[in-house]
């Protein structure tokens, strides 16, 4: 079994979802009675936020650097972190770590190309959205992404940080951004759309009215988590 070491509180209410996830998938693998071994660093969401907003990706690479060697002192033995934004420095951060990383984008490139799914929308923080780490995993397997407008990138940023990162659910942010999804749908003609923020399926789970299927990155990563645990 190896114990996996969590990179937390980017934001906080997904690292929570992680836990219950984590512990979840688990135990729907043993018949013992038992909880994983697991070490979760929970870092400051609003230093990280200043960095990426400066575009100091130096910075970001160091911060992250330092705690995984936190988390690898501690006893982990390969890392992940529980956030998709910081994947913008994940290939120089995995060169420098001390311990193996699993990458969220990786996971949910794998997910995609196992579907058959050419042609995806992406939603996330504005940061995932116009960054290229995306792309960059995606071009190599042949599948295309398309962001939104920037006008609704900018909706979608501003619920994502002003809402969802404190735990804030509310109806109309979610009709809005399904009509976005849709419109995409129909305009841009994605097949699929990728949650690329994981404090998005907390209020885009189990989206039964949507004519396409949703990429829970959250889900996908921890399902990767516990077989690497057990691998």
């Known amino acids: 079994m190896k114990i996996p070491g969590i990179i937390g509180g980017l934001g906080p209410e997904s690292t929570i979802e992680y836990y219950r996830m984590l512990i979840a998938a688990y135990r729907a693998r043993t018949d013992d009675g038992s909880y994983p071994p697991m070490i979760v660093n929970s870092l400051d969401l609003q230093r990280m936020v200043r960095l ?3 575009n100091d990706l ?3 690479t160091a911060y992250l650097l330092d705690e995984v060697h936190r988390l690898a002192r501690a006893g982990a033995e390969f890392g992940a972190i529980a956030a998709n934004t910081p994947h913008l420095v994940f290939p120089a951060l995995q060169k420098q770590s001390p311990i193996p990383l ?3 984008v990786e996971v949910t490139c794998r997910a995609a190309d196992q579907l058959g799914l050419k042609r995806l929308g992406l939603f996330g923080a504005r940061f995932t959205m116009a960054g290229r780490f995306y792309p960059d995993v995606f071009d190599r397997a042949g599948i295309s992404l398309i ?5 609704e990138q900018d909706y979608i940023h501003q619920k994502y ?3 969802l990162m404190h735990g804030i659910i509310l109806p ?9 999804a849709e419109r995409m749908r129909i305009e841009n003609q994605i097949a ?3 949650l690329g923020g994981t404090e998005l399926p907390l209020i885009l789970r189990d989206v039964e009215e949507a004519k396409m299927p949703f990429l829970d990155t959250t889900q996908l990563h921890v ?3 516990v077989e690497r645990m057990f691998s």
């Open 52 to 54: 990426v907003t400066a």
């Open 58 to 60: 130096a910075g970001v």
């Open 102 to 104: 699993l990458s969220i």
């Open 147 to 151: 962001s939104p407008s920037a006008a």
């Open 161 to 163: 940080m002003g809402e």
């Open 172 to 180: 109309e942010t979610r009709a809005g951004l399904l009509a976005i």
């Open 192 to 194: 699929g759309l990728i």
């Open 223 to 225: 399902e990767a988590i």
